[in-house]
């Protein structure tokens, strides 16, 4: 058996088929669709070697405000390199901007993240709408350097700026029927313009079980390296899952809500054969069309074994005693 590490997924594997056949469709009748088909086919080049900006399309982070940070360094910390703050900001699925990696980077600037509100409903005490630097104010932000594994097998350490979760939903005195958390993106088709297509049913949405939720490693980040989230990394707010594949991290969130039914997730809803309501990183479950048991830093060269729960096991694998983590994906 060789030793040689396995390929890279082709593109047309990377991106999930369901969504990759709509964008073809979409991109043939456009008439665009061989130019952007030789774009999408580099567009893995990071994979490879370290991205610099691209200087012609990248939208500077002008405006970007440097946050306080209370705690620098946490329990839960990991000591592997960070991934360059350039990349972090240029590398991105948002589909609510573009199709392609660079795309939010270049188009996100029409998002303006001030003034901005979050209601936080459902099954809680204290329901209210907040504005965002009122609700950011409520709580010490601490920085927590996180690996972050996509679904496409590629992967990054992030330092972002947040609070817990489970501290925000503590003070809105969550109710006994409470047992999930459901979280949705801006719908607003002026500021995402990507929402004027029929590329996913938006707004985006999200959910976790609500002690998922409340675990401690369950951020809600307003920052990395320091500074306010850039629009095209989910300004002003997002969710966090250090655990789960990098789609269940919710970006530009307006809504959360507390329920009792498992709530609707926009992937599993486009692709339910692929993208189930856990989304826990697991080496040992492939995606129907390429194998999750390795993964390529962005940065880097070689590529490294996935670890379970993307190495947060000690963590995490208690909330998932008795589940069967194959059919639960």
Request: proline share 10%.
């Given at each position: ?29 456009a ?14 080049y990071?994979?490879?070697?370290k ?67 979050v ?12 504005d ?25 350490v ?62 809600m ?108 994906y």
């Open positions: 058996m060789s030793d040689k590490p396995p390929a890279e997924p082709p593109s047309s594997e990377v991106t999930p088929e369901a969504l990759y056949l709509r964008r073809r469709e979409f991109l043939k009748n008439g665009l669709f061989a130019g952007t088909a030789a774009a999408v086919a580099g567009g893995l990071l994979l490879g070697r991205q610099t900006r691209p200087m012609d399309a990248f939208v500077p982070d002008a405006g970007l405000v440097d946050l306080p940070v209370a705690k620098s360094k946490g329990p839960y910390d990991t000591d592997e390199p960070r991934t360059p703050y350039e990349d972090v900001t240029t590398y991105n699925n948002f589909y609510e901007f573009g199709l392609d990696k660079n795309d939010p980077a270049r188009f996100a600037h029409t998002l303006k993240p001030r003034p901005w509100t209601v936080i409903d459902g099954e809680v005490h204290k329901p209210q709408t907040v965002i630097d009122q609700l950011t104010s409520w709580f010490p932000l601490e920085e927590r350097v996180y690996r972050m594994r996509c679904v496409e097998a590629w992967s990054m992030i330092p972002w700026l947040g609070f817990p979760l489970g501290e925000l939903l503590k003070r809105v005195e969550p109710t006994s029927h409470a047992r999930y958390v459901a979280f949705t993106t801006l719908l607003d088709p002026e500021r995402m313009p990507g929402q004027r297509r029929g590329t996913l049913d938006w707004p985006y949405v999200e959910g976790l079980r609500l002690d998922e939720a409340m675990h401690p490693l369950t951020l980040a307003a920052g990395l390296y320091g500074r306010q989230l850039p629009n095209q990394n989910g300004a002003p707010l997002r969710l966090v899952v250090p655990w789960k594949y990098g789609f269940k991290g919710i970006k530009s969130i307006v809504r959360i809500s507390l329920t009792r039914e498992q709530p609707p997730t926009t992937w599993n809803l486009a692709a339910p054969e692929e993208y189930g309501f856990y989304a826990n990183v697991n080496p040992a479950v492939s995606h129907p069309r390429w194998s999750q048991a390795t993964e390529r830093r962005i940065g880097e060269l070689e590529r490294r074994p996935t670890l379970p729960f993307n190495g947060y096991a000690e963590q995490v694998a208690h909330l998932y005693a008795g589940l069967d983590l194959r059919r639960n």
